[in-house]
Nanobody
Framework: QEPLVESGGRLVQAGGSLRLTCAAPGPIFSSHVMGWFRQAPGKKREFVASISRKATNTRYADAVKGRFIVSRDDTKNTLYLQMNNLSPEDTADYYC??????????????????WGQGTHVTVSS
C-alpha cells in the first residue's frame, strides 16, 4: 500500500492551535479505522485519537480529551487532528496509522498495520 504522509507539525506557543494532516492515498482509506499516536522524547509511543469508518465512532486519550479533535475526509483520503490549547507536554512526534479494524475506534498500537513517518510538534512555554 502507498505510505501514509503526515504534515502540519511546527513550533507553536503554549495555548495555541495546530492542525495535523495525514494523506492516505489509496481506495481503501474509507474502509479503515485511522488513528493518531505520538512519541515524546525519551518516552514510549502513546495513543492520541482514533476515528472509525464513516466517522461514526471516535476515541481520545484522556490527556487530549476536550482539546483535540480527530476527523476524516473520505473524499480526499485525508485524516486530520485539530489540536487546541496546546501545552509543552504535547511536544512530540505525531504519527498517523491505519488499522485493520473498520467500526471500532481502537487505541492499541498492535491494532494498526500501517504507519506514517511522523511530523514533529514543539510547543514552547
Amino acid at each position: 500500500q502507498e505510505p501514509l504522509v503526515e504534515s502540519g507539525g511546527r513550533l507553536v506557543q503554549a495555548g495555541g492551535s495546530l492542525r495535523l494532516t495525514c494523506a492516505a492515498p489509496g481506495p481503501i482509506f474509507s474502509s479503515h479505522v485511522m488513528g493518531w499516536f505520538r512519541q515524546a522524547p525519551g518516552k514510549k509511543r502513546e495513543f492520541v485519537a482514533s476515528i472509525s469508518r464513516k466517522a461514526t465512532n471516535t476515541r481520545y486519550a484522556d490527556a487530549v480529551k476536550g482539546r483535540f479533535i480527530v476527523s476524516r475526509d473520505d473524499t480526499k483520503n485525508t485524516l486530520y487532528l485539530q489540536m487546541n490549547n496546546l501545552s509543552p507536554e504535547d511536544t512530540a512526534d505525531y504519527y498517523c496509522a491505519r488499522s485493520r479494524f473498520s467500526d471500532v475506534a481502537v487505541n492499541q498500537e498492535f491494532q494498526y498495520d500501517d504507519w506514517g513517518q511522523g511530523t514533529h510538534v514543539t510547543v514552547s512555554s
